[in-house]
């Protein structure tokens, strides 16, 4: 948070806001959305699929017409594809973020899905989510309730097929004034 917070700072400092005018220089909170939506991807089993024709897999036949269902959840922390799968890590984006995108160009990174089911409204969600967030943190410091551990907060997700907080998330807003 510190370092999302000290670059969208240094980003509008002069400015006094936060508008969509320089979201593309927000390099750092880019790579915290990537990394968010590799661990917590609110569409983990994307959409169901079925194959016209007969392909082997590993080993297994699948016939056609066979529902697929793609866990994207489990791709995202496959120890095959990730180092140190379940650590909250964004710097791991920061070199490969033309390679790993938002368009279901690498299958081992696929929060919106890929191929022609894919999400139709990433390019609306991912600068949403950036004027959300950088807002947050540029007004206001965040801390957490009185007596609570960073270890402590709660990640659980609720089972669906689209995945939101299983509780509330809590903290304390300390306005910022540039
Ligand atoms: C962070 C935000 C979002 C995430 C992570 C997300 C993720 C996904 C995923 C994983 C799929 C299934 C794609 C596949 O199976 O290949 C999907 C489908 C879809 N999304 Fe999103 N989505 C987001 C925001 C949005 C927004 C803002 C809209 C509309 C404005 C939208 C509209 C749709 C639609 C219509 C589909 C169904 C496409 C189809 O099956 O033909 N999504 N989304």
Known sequence: MKEAQEEVRRVYGGKGYVDESQLHQLKYLGAVIKETLRLHSPGPLLAPRENYESCEINGYVIPPKTKIIINAWAIGR??????????????????TMVEYNFKGSKFEYIPFGAGRRICPGSTFATPILELLLSNLLYHFNWKLPKGMKVEELDM??????AVRRQNDLILVPIGYSP
Do not use: H
């Not at 659980?156 to 097929?161: H, K, L, M, S, V």
């Open 78 to 95: 496959d120890p095959k594809n990730w180092t140190d799968p379940e650590k909250f890590e964004p710097k791991r984006f920061l070199d």
């Open 156 to 161: 659980e997700q609720p089972f669906g097929a």
